[in-house]
Nanobody, 124 residues
């Protein structure tokens, strides 16, 4: 079993920066690909970023590419999402997710384990 706990959300103005963290407990962290997703009110959950088990491969949604950076520290069992140049449209609940390392995917149903989410609100 894998447990994920996000932290770092908050309220900030457009143009600001924020770093989300996701701490994992349970089975060996190294064997899991990790992802960040977000869900705004009335919208479907959408892919934000993904990092493979070793940290050598990353993938980003076009809407955040160049502004967000995903990284992981396997020694600390933690994955991060550095968010810069935030926009009001980035407002959402952000979820950390994990899946057994495998093929590259952006589909949220491919991720088995989920955190409880952390709210990010960006004002204009």
């Amino acid at each position: 079993q894998v447990q994920l706990v996000e932290s770092g959300g908050g309220l900030l103005q457009a143009g600001g920066s924020l770093t989300l963290s996701c701490a994992r407990s349970g089975r060996t962290f190294n064997s899991y690909d990790m992802g960040w997703f977000r869900q705004a009110p009335g919208k479907e959950r959408e892919f934000v970023a993904r990092i493979n088990w070793s940290g050598t491969t990353t993938d980003y949604a076009d809407s955040v590419k160049g502004r967000f950076t995903i990284s992981r520290d396997n020694a600390k069992n933690t994955v991060y999402l550095q968010m810069n140049s935030l926009k009001p449209e980035d407002t959402a609940v952000y979820y950390c997710a994990a899946r057994q390392s495998g093929y590259a995917t952006r589909w949220y149903r491919d991720f088995l384990y989920w955190g409880q989410g952390t709210q990010v609100t960006v004002s204009s």
